[in-house]
């Protein structure tokens, strides 16, 4: 019984300081693992439309405008483009060939369901969009229309452009 009385257990301030330690290094490791988390949910997209071009008919074609848009990704996530409306109606992707010269009634564009165009995290990119000068009602130079790049994440950006 005698050596039982003769040990010494751990004063209380080498004890208080354990504790603090241990607790300050759970805390730190559950904050980098909710960071890492938080991160994972919390990317977006965020495509902005830097510049819009408009030219008709270059050289040796007749009929349509051509619409250049520049874009960039200045969100945290890619940005997968999947689809262009001009006035609300769907562009089609464009064909073989084009432009075959002439008057053309329709309206195309290079992103599609079919063909989308991403763009990464910080990256620029283009959407070139074709306009038939007989397509729908007919219409002239400065006219506005409204286009429409549609995005896989379910997010729309807006331009309205003037036809030159």
Not at 132 to 148: F, H, L, N
Request: glycine share 10%.
């Amino acid at each position: 019984m005698d050596n039982l009385r003769k040990r010494k257990a751990i004063s209380p301030v080498i004890a208080t300081v354990i504790l603090v330690a241990v607790a300050i290094t759970i805390a730190v490791a559950v904050a980098y693992w909710m960071a890492g988390i938080s991160g994972q949910y919390t990317k977006f997209e965020k495509v902005e439309i830097q510049a819009a071009s408009c030219e008709k008919s270059p050289t040796g074609y007749t009929g349509y405008w051509v619409i250049t848009l520049t874009l960039k990704n200045s969100g945290s996530a890619t940005s997968t483009l999947n689809g262009v409306y001009v006035d609300d109606l769907v562009t089609t992707m464009i064909p073989t060939g084009f432009p075959t010269g002439g008057v053309n009634t329709n309206i195309y564009s290079d992103v599609s369901l079919a063909s989308p165009k991403s763009i990464l995290s910080g990256a620029s990119g283009t959407v070139t969009v074709y306009i038939g000068q007989a397509w729908g009602a007919p219409i002239t130079s400065g006219t506005t229309v409204d286009i429409k790049i549609h995005s896989a994440g379910g997010m729309d950006y807006i331009k309205l452009v003037g036809l030159v």
